[in-house]
């Protein structure tokens, strides 16, 4: 299960999904995942959720890669020369294939 925590004010979180999430071949990645959207901001509920799995800012997304597995932050971005640069969609599959793995 793929859990994504976005606010809808939040410019990171569309560049998430226009850059990366959005693209072919991380949409292929994600195939084998239940993805769930959530927006704390949205009901208490959500915010709870947020907090209890150690949410701190937007955008975040985890992977919840089997039933006993508590979800792990799944990182989107590498710093290069000093900038947070997007993974590239065959980085991501990569990472999410490894946390499958373990």
């Known amino acids: 299960m793929l859990l994504y925590f976005q606010a809808d004010w939040c410019h990171y979180c569309r560049e998430l999904e226009n850059n990366l999430l959005s693209l072919g ?31 701190t800012g937007y955008p975040t997304l985890m992977l919840k890669s089997n039933v006993r597995a508590l979800p792990e932050k799944l990182h989107t971005m590498n710093k290069i020369n000093g900038e947070w640069e997007l993974l590239s969609p065959y980085e991501f599959k990569k990472r999410l294939d490894q946390k499958i793995e373990m």
């Open 25 to 55: 071949e991380a949409k292929l990645a994600m195939r084998p995942f239940i993805k769930v959207r959530i927006t704390p901001e949205h009901g208490d509920s959500e915010k709870a959720l947020f907090d209890n799995l150690g949410g």
